[in-house]
C-alpha cells in the first residue's frame, strides 16, 4: 500500500512560537492532501484540504492565517502552526490521496504538538 | 446537514463477534469507509462499501445499505489487539469524507 510519513513525529514547543509539520507521500504522487486535527477521545476533524501548486481550502473556523499550509510538490505538504498557544495542542494527522474522485486516503502516523 | 451516528463505545468478548452500526446522511454519496484507529495512531484502512450489500475480508466485513444511510462493520473471532476505535465515514458528492466520532471498541478476555 501507499506510504505517508510526517515529521516530526513528536513536538513540544513554548507559547508563541511557530512549527512546521511536514507530509511526505513516499511512493505516489498526492494530488491532494489532507490535514486533521484530533484532540483525545474526539473524532477527526479536517482543517483543510491542500492541492498541489494552489492554495489551500480551510474548513469553517479554520484560521487561514494561524495554519499556514503549503503544498509545494505532488509529494509534500507542509502545515505551520503560527504563534502556537497550548489550546493548539494536538495530534494533528496529515492524509494524502492519489487523485480526485473515490480514492481511498492514506493517512500520515501523526505529529503530537504540546504547546507548554 | 451531514451527520453521521455510531456508537461511542462497545465491549465485546475475546473470540466473539462484534457488529458496530453506522448510519449517514451526507450531501450527495460517494461509497462508505471504515477506518481503525488504534490510540495514539493515525487510521488505518479497513473497507469501502459503494454498492449495496455485504463485502467480506477475513474476520471483518462491512454491509452497505444506500436506501437506509446504513452501514455495519463485523468483526469475527475477536482478538485483543481489535481493542481500537473505528471510524465510519461517508464520502460526499465533493469526494469529501465526512467522519463519525468513532467506536471505542473494548475486547475482554
Known amino acids: 500500500g501507499a506510504v505517508v510519513s510526517q515529521h516530526p513525529s513528536r513536538v513540544i514547543c513554548k507559547s508563541g512560537t511557530s512549527v512546521k509539520i511536514e507530509c511526505r507521500s513516499l511512493?505516489?504522487?498526492?494530488?491532494?492532501m489532507f490535514w486533521y486535527r484530533q484532540f483525545p477521545k474526539q473524532s477527526l476533524m479536517l482543517m483543510a484540504t491542500?492541492?498541489?501548486?494552489?492554495?489551500?481550502?480551510?474548513e469553517q473556523g479554520v484560521e487561514k492565517d494561524k495554519f499556514l499550509i503549503n503544498h509545494a510538490s505532488l509529494t509534500l505538504s507542509t502545515l505551520t502552526v503560527t504563534s502556537a498557544h497550548p489550546e493548539d495542542s494536538s495530534f494533528y494527522i496529515c492524509?494524502?490521496?492519489?487523485?480526485?474522485?473515490?480514492?481511498?486516503?492514506?493517512f500520515g502516523p501523526g505529529t503530537r504538538l504540546t504547546v507548554t | 446537514g451531514q451527520n453521521i451516528d455510531q456508537p461511542t463505545e462497545m465491549t465485546a468478548t475475546e473470540g466473539a463477534i462484534v457488529q458496530i452500526n453506522c448510519t449517514y446522511q451526507?450531501?450527495?454519496?460517494?461509497?462508505l469507509f471504515w477506518y481503525q484507529q488504534h490510540a495514539g495512531e493515525a487510521p488505518t484502512f479497513l473497507s469501502y462499501?459503494?454498492l449495496d450489500g455485504l463485502e467480506e475480508k477475513g474476520r471483518f466485513s462491512s454491509f452497505l445499505s444506500r436506501s437506509k444511510g446504513y452501514s455495519y462493520l463485523l468483526l469475527k473471532e475477536l482478538q485483543m489487539k481489535d481493542s481500537a476505535s473505528y471510524l465510519c465515514?461517508?464520502?460526499?458528492?465533493?469526494?469529501?469524507?465526512?467522519w463519525g466520532a468513532g467506536t471505542k471498541l473494548i475486547i475482554k478476555p
Open positions: 511512493d505516489f504522487q498526492a494530488t491532494t
Open positions: 492524509s494524502a490521496r492519489l487523485g480526485q474522485g473515490i480514492y481511498e486516503q492514506y
Open positions: 462499501n459503494v
Open positions: 451526507t450531501s450527495g454519496f460517494n461509497g
Open positions: 465515514a461517508s464520502m460526499d458528492s465533493n469526494y469529501q469524507l465526512i
Open positions: 491542500s492541492n498541489e501548486g494552489s492554495k489551500a481550502t480551510y
